[in-house]
């Protein structure tokens, strides 16, 4: 049986780290409030050059974690034939960050897609990889989640609640057809559009005449807007949801979980799904304190370091899973 196997994984996360320390110095905010409220210590986020841009891009960072997934994959970039792109953050309005990695890794007009699912949009795109490759459309995936989110934040005391959480970085995975047991063995994917306005970023928006104006940016419009208690609500019960739903497609239980890389939103959530499921410790895998939430690129830069930890095996069940913003959630069940 041919199936989607993840023969590579590489992550980049910029230099420059903002503690919650430095973040207090600007915005009205502690060390303790967010520690306790998220689990993050310290996130990244691009350095600004003296251009006023910062000094990669997303697609930029997006290649550099591609080429790690390629170099770990024992790959060559002319075996890729498709990309596909995760993020809610494009470098431009269009076209997606997909094809400018086309263009930096060489691909030689391999199929560029982009995802455009948020938190969401890792487990979209393994799952949109893996039916390529079920149905021959593609042999070798690149998939890639990759934001900035720093230039996007409002960094005033008025947005603390969005600013204190998020970071920029990338990760990437190779995904090849292959022979056997290995790779995804079932996705699950939902959506609910009715919370769409609970969590989103309204401006620039396409039914305005130029798009934007200065009352939407007096009133903080074009700045992400998030419903913290809501979201926290439904994201700890569809990620149980979904994890439940994926492993009886495959027929397994909690406890056949080697290791589950939960999108890293809040500390809190991981260990309430954690606990409900009844999971242990070492199924369960984080890292945001490091990085905070990155938002597509959470789960591919965690596997990364899952990898490099030593933490997942040939052999392995693995569960990725994440909600966020449409509201759309979903998970992916895969043998390593
Ligand atoms: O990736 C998917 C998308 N995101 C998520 O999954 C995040 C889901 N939600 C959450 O993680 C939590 O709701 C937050 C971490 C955002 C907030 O935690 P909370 O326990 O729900 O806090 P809250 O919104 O109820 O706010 C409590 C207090 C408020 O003050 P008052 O009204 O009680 O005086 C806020 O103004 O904390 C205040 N607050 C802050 N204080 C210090 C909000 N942000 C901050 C801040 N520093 N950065």
């Given at each position: 049986?041919?199936?989607?196997?993840?023969?590579?994984?590489?992550?980049?996360?910029?230099?420059?780290?903002?503690?919650?320390?430095?973040?207090?110095?600007?915005?009205?905010?502690?060390?303790?409030?967010?520690?306790?409220?998220?689990?993050?210590?310290?996130?990244?986020?691009?350095?600004?050059?003296?251009?006023?841009?910062?000094?990669?891009?997303?697609?930029?960072?997006?290649?550099?974690?591609?080429?790690?997934?390629?170099?770990?994959?024992?790959?060559?970039?002319?075996?890729?034939?498709?990309?596909?792109?995760?993020?809610?953050?494009?470098?431009?309005?269009?076209?997606?960050?997909?094809?400018?990695?086309?263009?930096l890794l060489g691909?030689?007009?391999?199929?560029?897609?982009?995802?455009?699912?948020?938190?969401?949009?890792?487990?979209?795109?393994?799952?949109?990889?893996?039916?390529?490759?079920?149905?021959?459309?593609?042999?070798?995936?690149?998939?890639?989640?990759?934001?900035?989110?720093?230039?996007?934040?409002?960094?005033?005391?008025?947005?603390?609640?969005?600013?204190?959480?998020?970071?920029?970085?990338?990760?990437?995975?190779?995904?090849?057809a292959k022979e056997g047991d290995q790779g995804v063995i079932a996705s699950v994917l939902h959506s609910q559009g009715r919370y769409a306005r609970d969590l989103w970023l309204e401006g620039p928006v396409a039914t305005m005449e130029g798009r934007i104006d200065s009352a939407m940016i007096d009133e903080g419009r074009h700045f992400p807007k998030m419903n913290g208690q809501i979201v926290f609500k439904h994201a700890t019960r569809r990620f149980c949801e979904s994890i439940n739903e994926v492993l009886e497609k495959g027929g397994f239980t909690p406890e056949d979980i080697d290791l589950m890389v939960p999108h890293q939103a809040n500390q809190r959530i991981t260990d309430a799904v954690g606990q409900r499921l009844g999971l242990k410790p070492e199924q369960v895998f984080s890292n945001i304190a490091k990085y905070g939430n990155t938002t597509a690129a959470t789960i591919p830069i965690a596997l990364a370091e899952a990898v490099e930890e030593g933490r997942l095996k040939k052999g392995d069940l693995l569960v990725t899973v994440a909600f966020g913003s449409g509201f759309t959630w979903g998970a992916n069940l895969v043998r390593w």
């Open positions: 049986m041919i199936r989607a196997a993840i023969i590579g994984t590489g992550f980049f996360a910029p230099e420059n780290v903002v503690t919650n320390d430095d973040l207090a110095q600007i915005i009205d905010t502690s060390d303790k409030w967010i520690t306790e409220r998220s689990g993050i210590k310290e996130r990244r986020w691009l350095a600004m050059g003296e251009d006023g841009r910062t000094v990669l891009n997303g697609a930029e960072m997006g290649a550099k974690a591609a080429e790690r997934a390629i170099a770990n994959a024992g790959i060559e970039n002319s075996d890729i034939d498709q990309v596909i792109f995760a993020t809610l953050n494009p470098d431009v309005a269009f076209p997606g960050n997909g094809v400018f990695i086309e263009e691909l030689n007009t391999a199929g560029a897609m982009d995802i455009r699912n948020q938190c969401t949009g890792f487990v979209y795109g393994l799952a949109a990889a893996d039916g390529f490759i079920r149905a021959g459309t593609a042999k070798t995936v690149l998939v890639i989640g990759g934001e900035i989110q720093s230039t996007a934040l409002d960094k005033s005391d008025r947005g603390r609640d969005m600013s204190v959480l998020f970071g920029d970085g990338a990760g990437a995975v190779v995904v090849q």
